[in-house]
């Protein structure tokens, strides 16, 4: 059974995680419409992970006796100033996914909940991968300037098995 303040820490993760998916579908519709292919399929399935993570709290939280809510989630940005700019506001984004990954850890071991210190260990790496990932994009992206973005939407994908 999870305690009150794991609980609660878990489902603020829940809308984070939710938020996370719906923003990523903004940029990737933005993306889509400005005739970026690519790196909208790429935010499309981000969005589709970001789902998933949310899923996962979900379960968990109903698995160890606990109520997963599902909240109303905010709008995101519809219109973003460019690539580089947007993909600064997923790193922006991701680090403060970790930092809020890392607040639910904390949580757990001050409740002595060992097993969702335990189960929390997977978002951890995840957050690693994902912080990396956008940093690839973005150290591309500075090499390439404005004129390598036609080659980083044909190659984007590719970078998903690089970091
Ligand atoms: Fe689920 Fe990108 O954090």
Known sequence: MLTKKVEDICNRQIEREGYSSNLYLAMASWAENKGMAGIAGWLYLQADEERQHMLKFIKYVNERGGC???????????????????????????????????????TAIAENDYATTNWIQWFVEEQLEEESGVQLILDKLSMAGEHGLYFLDRDIMRLRGEN
């Open 68 to 106: 997963a809510c599902i909240p109303a989630f905010k709008q995101p940005p519809v219109k973003y100033k460019g690539v580089a700019e947007m993909f600064k506001e997923v790193l922006k984004h991701e680090q403060f996914i970790t930092a809020s990954i890392n607040e639910v850890l904390a």
